[in-house]
């Protein structure tokens, strides 16, 4: 039986009264607050404060900053979880429920 994938959950950077939200740095501030959150926890050594997790990278989508937030969080570290929803939901941030695809190499010119 195989389990099903987590869900992605994409914080826009636009409020749901349709302004852009502010500072301009907000996607990347908010991804790099958990960044330590990386699969099999927070490995030491150098360089291991460099890099945004997996759980929440930081994305420009149609001119749009988000924030992808992977729902593994939740079972990772809830109480992340809690901050980055909740980071959403005081801000009057737009979320939706998606699935960021892989980009495909465009075909060169016939």
Not at 17 to 35: M, Q
Not at 62 to 75: H, Q, S, T, Y
């Amino acid at each position: 039986m195989s389990a099903d994938k987590p869900r992605e959950f994409f914080i826009q950077g636009v409020t749901l009264s349709g302004k852009a939200f502010r500072p301009s740095d907000w996607a990347e501030r908010l991804a790099g607050a958990l960044s330590s959150f990386r699969p099999g926890g927070g490995q030491g050594g150098i360089g291991a404060h460099i890099g945004y997790s997996p759980y929440c990278v930081p994305r420009v989508i149609e001119n749009v900053k988000c924030v992808i937030v992977n729902e593994a969080l939740r079972g990772i570290e809830p109480m992340a979880w809690d901050f980055v929803m909740n980071f959403a939901r005081d801000n009057e941030l737009q979320v939706v429920e998606a699935c960021l695809l892989p980009e495909v190499p465009a075909k060169p010119a016939e």
